[in-house]
């Protein structure tokens, strides 16, 4: 069985004081409350409410739990020293799973870690980087490898752009990722116009979690309607197995029993959870 966990984070957070809203989905459609309080969640458009968005019922919501002070007390004991200020004062708040991930990595079981970027512009900004900040801190704490996906062919298909664009701006992000410090030896940073077409077993992954997933469930859970490409329909599933281990055969072999954890954005959810 393979299995992903989810560290949930709070998109784009400049400050500690307040966040830029964006937010998860879950097996309900978009997260709305009352018309005159509203919030629209996908992993592309988010809309808040008049309060801005209310996290503690994303978490109820979307079936996530919180990270509470229990569950840093544990990462604490297992890793040997406090965790993260970003898990400390609340940035990353929400998670899946993350006992599994402490549970094996006491048992010794390997895991590896997975988070990615939609490139959209010539260089990422502070908000852009927390996610890779907070995951080269896991990396250096787990001593684990790490995938890094660059959705070129996704902002391709949601934006005005053009596939020579977006490529050369997965580039050029590529090249503020490489500058948090990650380690070389284990970090495996791909662009997802070049290297799905070398890799069979990539494709052959998107393949069978496409012919598991049908268009209404796409819908229900993304927001995507009748008029939407079939590009946009599609593409989930590329985004969805890096998070199985045997999409990478050139790092884990034919293995398919490795623990994925991701570091995200709540709103990136639903692209690992739902599928």
Not at 154 to 182: H, P, Q, T, V
Not at 183 to 193: E, M
Not at 237 to 252: E, L
Request: charged share 30%; glycine share 6%; proline share 5%.
């Amino acid at each position: 069985t393979i299995k992903t966990i989810h560290l949930l984070t709070r998109k784009n957070c400049v400050s500690f004081d307040s966040f830029p809203q964006r937010v998860q989905e879950s097996s309900r459609p978009m997260a709305e409350t009352s018309s005159t309080d509203e919030q629209k969640v996908t992993p592309w458009v988010v809309k808040g409410g008049e309060r801005g968005i209310d996290y503690d019922k994303l978490i109820r919501e979307f079936g996530s739990q919180p990270i509470d002070e229990p569950l840093l007390e544990r990462i604490e004991k297992v890793i040997g020293q406090k965790p993260h200020r970003f898990l400390r004062r609340g940035i990353f708040f929400s998670h899946r799973d993350m006992q599994l991930v402490l549970d094996n990595y006491e048992a010794k079981k390997p895991f590896y870690l997975y988070t990615g970027r939609g490139p959209s512009s010539e260089a990422m900004h502070l908000g852009h980087l927390i996610p890779f900040v907070f995951t080269k801190y896991l990396q250096d704490v787990f001593d684990v490898p790490l995938v890094i996906q660059m959705t070129d062919d996704e902002k391709f298909l949601w934006k005005d752009m053009s596939l020579e664009e977006a490529n050369r701006l997965a580039y050029e992000n590529a090249k503020d990722i490489i500058a948090c410090g990650f380690d070389v030896k284990k970090t495996f940073i791909f662009s997802d116009l070049d290297y799905m077409a070398q890799r069979r077993a990539f494709y052959e992954n998107i393949l069978k979690v496409r012919k598991c997933v049908t268009f209404n469930q796409i819908r229900g859970i993304f927001g995507l309607t009748d008029s939407d490409s079939t590009g946009k329909i599609a593409f989930p599933a590329v985004q969805a197995v890096p998070s199985f281990s045997n999409t990478f055969p050139d790092i884990f072999g034919e293995r398919k029993d490795i623990f994925c954890l991701i570091p995200c954005a709540i709103d990136q959810d639903p692209s690992e959870e739902r599928f």
